[in-house]
């Protein structure tokens, strides 16, 4: 074949990839045509997630998500991730949406998108033996145990640097249930999680320990990630989720698992609230 030729076939085939691209399925159309949305999300973190005595697989992201794909028409389908693959798994188009109790932060930003707004507050916390440590400046060149995979495991010395000249060693666990046991044990001194995934963990085997200096530092927020560079999938997301806060479905939610006679009771309000400019998509954090 002459290299004219080939350089012409080589030209058709650049252009009918560049048109295919173009005319190439979303994720959103992908999934209505599949009929089945893949969510990943955690059996590990207490109440966001976990396999409860009967052996079923809940929390509050797994009812957070059947809302989801019951709003998009399709099946869902519980795709299990931990702290290392809840983002990997977007990336590689593993799942769909990732629903994991993830805190919403600049580094994961560069990885992924998320739905607007974040679905719930958090604050992190150093766990310990009652009356062992009266301040965070005790916990200086101490062990801290953290989850694999969780920003606490930078969050944490940083929080510790302001208090004491000290570092601390930090180790890492599988998940909290690992870590609260480590603790138990004496392995380590302290364990940092997310307030109320540890108050879940710790449950009637916490009543030895507690917050150290009742204190929560590093606040942050959950957000629902979805894969980068796909706004049409991302805006349907946000719009189901903005839609749930406008119509009082996320606030059964949330009652069910954090309010006074929820399973999960908790005084800090760490729900979203929209605005009452909605219609221009703004929402409000609670005081």
Same mark, same amino acid.
């Given at each position: 074949?002459?290299?004219?030729?080939?350089?012409?076939?080589?030209?058709? /085939?650049?252009?009918?990839?560049?048109?295919?691209? @173009?005319?190439?399925?979303?994720?959103?159309?992908?999934?209505?045509?599949?009929?089945?949305? %893949?969510?990943?999300?955690?059996?590990?973190?207490? #109440?966001?997630?976990?396999?409860?005595?009967?052996?079923?697989?809940?929390?509050?992201?797994?009812?957070?998500?059947?809302?989801?794909?019951?709003?998009?028409?399709?099946?869902?389908? %519980?795709?299990?991730?931990?702290?290392?693959? %809840?983002?990997?798994?977007?990336? $590689?188009?593993?799942?769909?949406?990732?629903?994991?109790?993830?805190?919403?932060? $600049?580094?994961?930003?560069?990885?992924?998108?998320? @739905?607007? #707004?974040? =679905?719930?507050?958090?604050?992190?916390?150093?766990?310990?033996?009652?009356?062992?440590?009266?301040?965070?400046?005790?916990?200086?060149?101490?062990?801290?145990?953290?989850?694999?995979?969780?920003?606490?495991?930078?969050?944490? #010395?940083?929080?510790?640097?302001?208090?004491?000249?000290?570092? #601390?060693?930090?180790?890492?666990?599988?998940?909290?249930?690992?870590?609260?046991?480590?603790?138990?044990?004496?392995?380590?001194?302290?364990?940092?999680?997310?307030?109320?995934?540890?108050?879940?963990?710790?449950?009637? /085997?916490?009543?030895? =320990?507690?917050?150290?200096?009742?204190?929560?530092?590093?606040?942050?927020?959950?957000?629902?990630?979805?894969?980068?560079?796909?706004?049409?999938?991302?805006?349907?997301?946000?719009?189901?989720?903005?839609?749930?806060?406008?119509?009082?479905? =996320?606030?059964?939610?949330?009652?069910?698992?954090?309010?006074?006679?929820?399973?999960?009771?908790?005084?800090?309000?760490?729900?979203?609230?929209?605005?009452?400019?909605?219609?221009?998509? /703004?929402?409000?954090?609670?005081?």
């Amino acid at each position: 074949m002459k290299r004219s030729s080939v350089i012409v076939l080589l030209s058709a /085939l650049l252009l009918v990839s560049l048109v295919s691209l @173009a005319a190439g399925e979303g994720l959103l159309d992908e999934v209505k045509k599949r009929g089945v949305v %893949r969510i990943g999300i955690g059996n590990a973190t207490p #109440p966001m997630n976990y396999i409860d005595e009967k052996g079923v697989w809940t929390g509050f992201d797994v009812d957070l998500g059947d809302e989801i794909a019951k709003r998009l028409g399709v099946k869902v389908e %519980r795709v299990l991730v931990d702290n290392k693959t %809840r983002i990997a798994f977007l990336a $590689n188009r593993s799942i769909d949406i990732s629903l994991a109790n993830i805190s919403v932060t $600049n580094s994961r930003q560069e990885q992924m998108d998320y @739905a607007e #707004p974040p =679905y719930f507050w958090t604050g992190k916390i150093f766990y310990a033996k009652k009356g062992k440590f009266k301040s965070l400046k005790d916990l200086g060149g101490k062990k801290i145990g953290v989850d694999q995979g969780s920003n606490a495991f930078i969050a944490a #010395p940083q929080e510790l640097a302001k208090h004491s000249d000290k570092k #601390p060693e930090m180790l890492s666990f599988q998940n909290s249930a690992e870590g609260f046991l480590a603790l138990k044990q004496g392995k380590i001194d302290a364990y940092s999680q997310d307030a109320p995934i540890m108050a879940a963990v710790s449950g009637s /085997l916490g009543a030895e =320990y507690e917050a150290v200096a009742g204190m929560i530092y590093s606040p942050g927020l959950y957000g629902i990630g979805v894969p980068e560079n796909d706004s049409d999938w991302r805006d349907r997301i946000s719009f189901i989720l903005q839609d749930m806060l406008e119509d009082g479905t =996320y606030e059964k939610l949330y009652l069910k698992w954090f309010g006074p006679k929820g399973t999960f009771p908790m005084s800090v309000n760490s729900r979203p609230r929209l605005s009452d400019t909605y219609g221009d998509m /703004l929402f409000v954090w609670p005081d």
